[in-house]
């Protein structure tokens, strides 16, 4: 996450993509929280990568979805 964050304007777009589904496999792993790496995900949205740009946003979806899975609707 760290290293998305600091150099992700750098690095090339297939090893950016790559890290991202690493970090994704890690996040679904239970290992690294996904609170801590929705903004990064959402900060990945604006770099020009299109493949990047669309991981990231279905991986936002599906952990939004996750996350609100275990709520009722009390409406």
Same mark, same amino acid.
Do not use: H, V, W
């Given at each position: 996450a760290d290293l =998305?964050?600091?150099s992700a304007r750098? =690095?090339?777009s297939s090893l950016r993509c790559r890290v991202? &589904?690493?970090l994704i496999l890690l996040i679904n792993r239970q290992m690294v929280d996904i609170g801590e790496t929705l903004a990064l995900f959402m900060e990945l949205q604006? =770099?020009?990568d299109r493949n990047?740009? &669309?991981l990231a946003f279905s991986h936002i979806i599906h952990s939004i979805k996750?996350?609100?899975q275990k709520h009722k609707n009390e409406a």
């Open positions: =998305l964050r600091s750098t =690095l090339p991202a &589904q690493a604006t =770099l020009g990047l740009r &669309q996750r996350m609100n």
